[in-house]
C-alpha cells in the first residue's frame, strides 16, 4: 500500500508557509489582500466600538438610576412597629416586673434606661444635632450637591421627658410605684405618619387587664406627640444622626400594683390590628411592682 500523503521535506513546508504569510504571485497577506485587510480591521473596530458604546450605557444607566444614598432595597413594610423600655421579655411577652424594696431590682430597669437615653443626652444631641427645627411640621430636605447628600436630623433630648428623663430622678420611678416607660416607633424610610398636618402622632396608653391599680398615667412630651418634624427618616447613610423621637409615660400604681397596659401610637396612616404582627402600631406589656 503506497502512502496517500506524499512526503514533503522540512524545507518545503517553510516554504509553503511564507507563500501563505505573502503570496507575491497574487499579492495576498495571509490569504487575503491588503485591502481586504483594511475592510476587516474596520468591521472589527466598528463592531468594538458598539460593543462599548453599549455596555457604557448599560452601566451609566444603572448608576444613574441608583442613588447611593437611598437604600435600593427597602424593606416593604408599610405601618411602623412600637416598642417599650425597659424590653424586658419573658417568652415573647414583654414583663416589666421589679421588686421596690430591691435595690438591684430596681437598679437593673433604671439602667437599662440610662443606657437606652445615652445618644439622647443634651452633651451627644448638641453636638450631633445642633440645630433648632420647625415644630409642627415635616421637614423635607433636598439633595443639595454640596452637603454631600448628609441631611440634618432633629434634636431629641432627654431633658424633654420631663420626669421621666432620667436627670431628676435616677432611678425613673423605679424606687417606688411610680415607673416610667419609653415608647418608640420603629423608622420606615419616607414615611410620613398623618396625611393632616394638624394632628400629629401621639401616644395612647390604656389598662387592658387591671384598670384598679394605674391611678394616673402622664405623658412627655406634653400629650405623648411625636413631633412632626422627626419625619420622613431619610435612612442611615443619608442622615447618620438621626434620632427617633420618645415618648414616655409614668404610671401611678396602687392597690396590686399590677396592670397589663397597652400602648398605641394613634396616627391616621398607623395601623394597630395586624393579627400577624401584634408589635404593629402598638405594643402591650405587663407592668409589675413587686414588695
Ligand atoms: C422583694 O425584695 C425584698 C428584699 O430583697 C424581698 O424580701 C422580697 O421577698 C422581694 N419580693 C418579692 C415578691 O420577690
Ligand atoms: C452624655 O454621654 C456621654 C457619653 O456618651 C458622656 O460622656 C457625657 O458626659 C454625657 N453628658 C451628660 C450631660 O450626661
Ligand atoms: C451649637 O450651635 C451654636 C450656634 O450655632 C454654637 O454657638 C454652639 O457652639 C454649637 N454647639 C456645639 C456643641 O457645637
Ligand atoms: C426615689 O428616688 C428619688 C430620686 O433619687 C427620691 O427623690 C425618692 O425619695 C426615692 N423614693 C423612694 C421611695 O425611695
Ligand atoms: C393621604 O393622602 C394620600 C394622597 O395625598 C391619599 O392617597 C390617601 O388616601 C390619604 N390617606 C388618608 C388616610 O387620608
Ligand atoms: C385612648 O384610647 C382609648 C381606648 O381606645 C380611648 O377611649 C381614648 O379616647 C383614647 N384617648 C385619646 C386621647 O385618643
Not at 421627658?161 to 410605684?177: A, K, R
Not at 419616607?190 to 393632616?196: D, I, S
Request: proline share 6%.
Amino acid at each position: 500500500m503506497a502512502a496517500l500523503k506524499e512526503k514533503r521535506s522540512c524545507g518545503q513546508r517553510c516554504e509553503d508557509f511564507g507563500r501563505f504569510v505573502w503570496n507575491s504571485d497574487n499579492g495576498t497577506l495571509m490569504g487575503r489582500t491588503p485591502e481586504k485587510w483594511v475592510y476587516i480591521s474596520l468591521y472589527y473596530v466598528a463592531f468594538y466600538v458598539v460593543m462599548t458604546a453599549l455596555f457604557s450605557l448599560a452601566i451609566w444607566t444603572l448608576m444613574y438610576t441608583l442613588d447611593p444614598y437611598a437604600p435600593d432595597y427597602q424593606d416593604r413594610l408599610k405601618s411602623p412597629g412600637v416598642m417599650v423600655w425597659p424590653d424586658t421579655y419573658l417568652e415573647e411577652k414583654v414583663q416589666i416586673a421589679y421588686n421596690t424594696s430591691n435595690k438591684e431590682s430596681w437598679m437593673k430597669m433604671a439602667k437599662i434606661l440610662t443606657k437606652f437615653l445615652q445618644p439622647y443626652n443634651e452633651t451627644n444631641q448638641l453636638e450631633y444635632n445642633n440645630y433648632t427645627c420647625t415644630k409642627g411640621k415635616y421637614f423635607f430636605q433636598n439633595f443639595t450637591p454640596t452637603s454631600h447628600h448628609i441631611k440634618r436630623a432633629c434634636p431629641f433630648t432627654q431633658s424633654m421627658l420631663g420626669h421621666c428623663s432620667g436627670l431628676e430622678d435616677p432611678t425613673f420611678g423605679y424606687n417606688c410605684s411610680m415607673p416610667c416607660v419609653i415608647i418608640k416607633m420603629n423608622r420606615i424610610i419616607g414615611f410620613l405618619p398623618t396625611n393632616h398636618t394638624d394632628s400629629p402622632p401621639y401616644v395612647n396608653c390604656t389598662v387592658l387587664d387591671g384598670h384598679e391599680n394605674v391611678e394616673k398615667m402622664e405623658y412627655f412630651p406634653n400629650k405623648g406627640i411625636m413631633d412632626l418634624s422627626y419625619f420622613p427618616y431619610y435612612g442611615k447613610l443619608a442622615q447618620p444622626t438621626y434620632v427617633n423621637p420618645l415618648v414616655a409615660v409614668r404610671f401611678s400604681l396602687v392597690k396590686e400594683k399590677s396592670a397589663k397596659i397597652q400602648c398605641r401610637v394613634v396616627s391616621d396612616k398607623i395601623s394597630y390590628e395586624n393579627f400577624y404582627d401584634p408589635f404593629e402600631g402598638k405594643v402591650i406589656f405587663e407592668l409589675k411592682a413587686l414588695k
